[in-house]
T-cell receptor
Framework: NAGVTQTPKFQVLKTGQSMTLQCAQD?????MSWYRQDPGMGLRLIHY???????DQGEVPNGYNVSRSTTEDFPLRLLSAAPSQTSVYFC?????????????FGEGSRLTVL | GQQLNQSPQSMFIQEGEDVSMNCTSS?????WLWYKQDPGEGPVLLIA?????ELTSNGRLTAQFGITRKDSFLNISASIPSDVGIYFC??????????????FGKGTKLSVIP
C-alpha cells in the first residue's frame, strides 16, 4: 500500500541550484498535483495534471516546471532555487480527477534554500 | 480567487473536551472537505460533504455542509491525544470552462493537553 511516494523527504539547496522533487503513485490516478505549504498560508496549488502529457498551472506556478510522461510519475522541477521557495512540498493524487476534492497526499518534501 | 476563513487558528484543549472549528466563505461551494495533518505527515481526508445541509459522522468526528453552501463546521467529541494536528477545511467548486477549483483554509492547529 505505497499510495503517493515523495522523494527526497529533506533537501537543502543553495540559491541558484536546480533540483527535482519526485512523486510517484501506484493507485492508477489520472489526476496529480503539487502543493506548497507555508506557515499561516495553508496549502497552495503549484501545478497539476489531469493525465499523461497534460499539465496546467495552479495558483503559484512561477519558478517551477512539471511534466507528466506516465500516469504514475509527476516530478516537480526547480530551475533556479530561491530562498522564497523554502517550503514543504506535497504531491497529491485523486481518483476522480479535478471533479473531486478528495486527494491522497504524500508525506511531503521539506526544502530549504539558503 | 475564492478564499476560506477558517477559525480558530489554534486551540489548546484538555483531553476529553469537545472541539469545534469552522470555515466560512463569500463563495458557494459544491463540496466541503475536512483534512487532518499529523505532525510531519501529509494531510489525510477525514470527511467529504456533497449536499447543502448534509451532516456526516466519522467516529468521533461530525461535519456539516452549511445550508447556504458558504460554510462548514467540524466537531470532535471527547478529544484524545492523537487528535493533535492541523485540521484543514477545503471547498470545491466548478470555476467555469470545464475547470474546478479546490480552495484550502489556512488550518486550525489543535493541541490536546493530557
Amino acid at each position: 500500500n505505497a499510495g503517493v511516494t515523495q522523494t527526497p523527504k529533506f533537501q537543502v539547496l543553495k540559491t541558484g541550484q536546480s533540483m527535482t522533487l519526485q512523486c510517484a503513485q501506484d493507485m492508477n490516478h489520472e489526476y496529480m498535483s503539487w502543493y506548497r505549504q507555508d506557515p499561516g498560508m495553508g496549502l497552495r496549488l503549484i501545478h497539476y495534471s489531469v493525465g499523461a502529457g497534460i499539465t496546467d498551472q495552479g495558483e503559484v506556478p512561477n519558478g517551477y516546471n512539471v511534466s507528466r510522461s506516465t500516469t504514475e510519475d509527476f516530478p516537480l522541477r526547480l530551475l533556479s532555487a530561491a530562498p522564497s521557495q523554502t517550503s514543504v512540498y506535497f504531491c497529491a493524487s485523486s481518483w476522480g480527477g479535478p471533479n473531486t476534492g478528495e486527494l491522497f497526499f504524500g508525506e511531503g518534501s521539506r526544502l530549504t534554500v539558503l | 480567487g475564492q478564499q476560506l476563513n477558517q477559525s480558530p487558528q489554534s486551540m489548546f484543549i484538555q483531553e476529553g473536551e469537545d472541539v469545534s472549528m469552522n470555515c466560512t466563505s463569500s463563495s458557494i461551494f459544491n463540496t466541503w472537505l475536512w483534512y487532518k495533518q499529523d505532525p510531519g505527515e501529509g494531510p489525510v481526508l477525514l470527511i467529504a460533504l456533497y449536499k447543502a445541509g448534509e451532516l456526516t459522522s466519522n467516529g468521533r468526528l461530525t461535519a456539516q455542509f452549511g445550508i447556504t453552501r458558504k460554510d462548514s463546521f467540524l466537531n470532535i467529541s471527547a478529544s484524545i491525544p492523537s487528535d493533535v494536528g492541523i485540521y484543514f477545511c477545503a471547498g470545491h467548486a466548478y470555476s467555469g470552462a470545464g475547470s474546478y477549483q479546490l480552495t484550502f483554509g489556512k488550518g486550525t492547529k489543535l493541541s490536546v493537553i493530557p
